[in-house]
């Protein structure tokens, strides 16, 4: 199955307008947009810069993220586009000029195991301090990948889980990380410390305790219903009991 071809010009339009509706998306401005439509075996991938830049450079990043994934550049496509918002949005704004780069990576897959593979992105545009990675998938509940890294050199956050999955990638300097494919599971809780000797015979008395006291309980409702029973069967005060004589040689 072959990506669909993604329109650089439909896909700004797309984006851009939804982040301004929501002020924590925009409040963290990216200095690259890449888009991403997987497939089986390649992918068609869209990289949108916010300001125009020199095509040199556009096709410098395209090379080392082919190298970075393994992947060969198929229909490679840079052009400079007035972008405006989208009609659906309300009226139409100007966002300037803007450079985009657009083609297919193909020779492996960009999702293995229920999870995208971040690093090639990460390598390739390491010179810009700001990421923001678009897979264009719906959510999937058997979704593996990375959700959050953090590290003195790079941050990795899961923006969104699913239609689509969207990463901002910050670069703080330094060497790139090698980032998890998926995501660490979570450390087991720790386990209670089997008691020692000492505190074995401590709850040991403390269950011995517990149990003498509750014999001494039932003791106590023994002794005092015998009592109660005693004071029952007793004459009352100033009564005497009856005694029948039998006389000698009958009556």
């Not at 450079?57 to 229909?75: K, N």
């Not at 386990?191 to 040991?204: F, I, V, Y």
Request: net charge positive; glycine share 8%.
């Amino acid at each position: 199955m072959r990506a669909r071809t993604l329109r650089p010009a439909v896909l700004a339009c797309m984006l851009l307008a939804p982040a301004g509706a929501a002020p924590q998306a925009a409040a963290v401005r990216s200095d690259v947009l890449v888009v991403v439509q997987p497939g089986a075996a390649d992918a068609a991938m869209v990289i949108v810069y916010p300001r125009p830049t020199p095509h040199a450079r556009v096709r410098a990043h395209v090379q080392a993220l082919a190298r970075a994934g393994g992947w060969t550049v198929r229909g490679l496509v840079i052009q400079d586009r007035d972008i405006e918002t989208s009609p659906a949005f309300g009226p139409p704004k100007k966002l300037g000029r803007q450079t985009s780069a657009s083609f297919t990576a193909a020779g492996s897959p960009v999702r293995r195991s229920g999870a995208y593979r971040l690093q090639p992105f990460a390598e390739a545009l390491a010179g810009l301090r700001r990421t923001k990675l678009v897979f264009m998938e719906g959510p999937d509940p058997n979704f593996r990948g990375l959700r959050r890294f953090e590290s003195p050199e790079m941050a990795v956050l899961l923006e969104q889980d699913g239609a689509p999955y969207r990463y901002r990638i910050e670069h703080r300097g330094g060497p790139v990380p090698t980032l998890p494919v998926f995501e660490p599971e979570p450390p087991p809780a720790p386990k209670a410390p089997l008691p020692t000797r000492a505190e074995g015979r401590a709850m040991d008395a403390r269950r011995i305790a517990l149990v003498l006291l509750a014999a001494s309980a039932s003791g106590l409702i023994v002794l005092v219903a015998l009592l109660l029973w005693g004071r029952r069967s007793q004459p009352p005060p100033g009564r005497r009991a009856q005694v029948h004589r039998i006389p000698r040689g009958g009556a």
